[in-house]
């Protein structure tokens, strides 16, 4: 064990995964406030449609994260208690305990080790008669094995739903994911790529679908409910199906407004950043992100080293903390569904029933990547890295 002891390489602390806040948006969640229209109502309309161009789908349904997407979703494809619905242990906890919540069983698939996205050979050996749906994670903003998803999908009357939480301006095959499964849910959490502080957006392209999600999502009430206190005068509301309050605030979606128009200009940056980290790297004892898929364009969401103890002397953790001694933010995604205590003791997963992506929860580690990074904090980041590996 190295006695070397790191100090900050900066004076602030760079905190992994900043937004990029503009005055635009700011401006625009002040107009909200002295509008004083604060709840559910025109720019969360407005919105709902620029993401829906944005991707070229017929819907899209905004609410208050993308965990609600994912359970309503779920719901409004008819899942519950007895089904099963097949996903990836690495994911972030929301995609299996949105299955949970609906009453179904997540079952979990290992993924490859060098996309780390689920991997499409094994998803028939899990179909069962109860399996219902397929969550695909496009983990980092990497395009998931789309055709071989939706080709077994058919062949055995599944739903796909796709999580996107990393994946706004992923393409596959020249199509933009939110367009390909029959739902697709997003993430404007305050880390992703897009944000609204919280919230989340489904798209599909199937009517009764992202009709079913917007009652779901505002108590059951039925259609445009919201605007029963609107100077269209007051109408009588009408519960039909026991709902939820997912909805999303206009000072939630004022945030999209701004920060969606910016989204291609900010991906020329990420990729910029993840070129810059990948010469930086190169020489470096880790394992970076594997190359891109030429069928498919990578969202840069999230840019992973594995760090492997056996290779550099230094485990995950320990080149964290010799990060965090430098004054660098990190993050780990993730560390795997079936290695958390509730789904271990629930569901009986071992590390070993899933060993790609037990083996890359032990060495991930995420490092700053964002628009709001200037050259000196990459050339930080760098710094930083290469110290930690030296030590
Ligand atoms: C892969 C994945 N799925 C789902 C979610 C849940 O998103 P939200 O926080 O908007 O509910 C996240 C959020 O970090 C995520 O990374």
Redesign the pocket.
């Known amino acids: 064990m190295s006695t070397k002891t790191f100090s900050p390489i900066r004076k602030d602390y760079l905190i992994f995964g900043q937004p990029q806040i503009l005055e635009d948006e700011i401006d625009e969640v002040l107009d909200s406030l002295r509008a004083a229209w604060i709840g559910t109502g025109p720019k969360v309309s407005r919105f709902e449609e620029m993401f829906r161009q944005y991707l070229g789908v017929s819907h899209a349904v905004a609410l208050?994260?993308?965990?609600?997407?994912?359970h309503l979703s779920l719901l409004a494809a008819g899942i519950g208690r007895g089904d099963e619905v097949i996903t990836t242990p690495m994911?972030?906890c929301?995609?299996v305990n949105?299955i949970i919540h609906t009453g179904a069983t997540p079952v979990l698939v290992d993924c490859e080790r060098d996309s780390q996205l689920i991997d499409p050979n094994q998803i028939e050996a899990a179909i069962t008669p109860k399996t219902k749906a397929i969550i695909p994670?496009?983990?980092c903003g990497r395009a998931c094995d789309m055709d071989a998803i939706m080709d077994i999908a058919a062949r055995h009357n599944l739903i796909v739903i796709e999580?996107a939480?990393?994946a706004i301006e992923t393409t596959y095959k020249g199509r933009k994911v939110g367009t390909i499964g029959h739902m697709t849910?997003?993430?404007?959490?305050a880390?992703?790529n897009v944000t609204t502080a919280?919230?989340?957006m489904v798209t599909t392209n199937i009517p009764e679908l992202a009709d079913k999600i917007k009652i779901y999502g505002l108590h059951g009430l039925s259609r445009d409910a919201w605007k029963r206190y609107s100077d269209e005068g007051f109408k009588h509301y009408q519960v039909v199906l026991p709902g939820y309050k997912y909805n999303m605030t206009d000072l939630q979606a004022a945030l999209g407004l701004h920060q969606l128009p910016r989204v291609e200009q900010n991906l020329l940056r990420r990729n910029e950043l993840w070129e810059t980290y990948n010469q930086a790297f190169a020489d470096l004892p880790v394992d970076l992100p594997a190359p891109d898929d030429p069928n498919a364009r990578h969202a840069r969401h999230l840019y992973t080293l594995m760090v492997d103890k056996a290779r550099t002397g230094v485990s995950r953790d320990e080149f964290m903390d010799r990060l965090h001694a430098q004054n660098i933010g990190t993050g780990v995604?993730?560390l795997g569904v079936h290695l958390h205590p509730y789904y271990r003791e629930t569901y009986g997963f071992r590390p070993e029933d899933f060993p790609n992506a037990t083996w890359i929860s032990e060495r991930t580690v995420s490092l700053p990547l964002s628009p709001k990074l200037t050259n000196g904090d990459v050339e930080d980041v760098i710094e930083a890295v290469r110290n930690a590996l030296a030590g």
């Open positions: 208050n994260s993308c965990t609600a997407g994912l994911t972030f929301a995609t949105s994670v496009h983990l999580d939480a990393h849910v997003f993430s404007f959490y880390t992703k919280e919230g989340g995604h993730y």
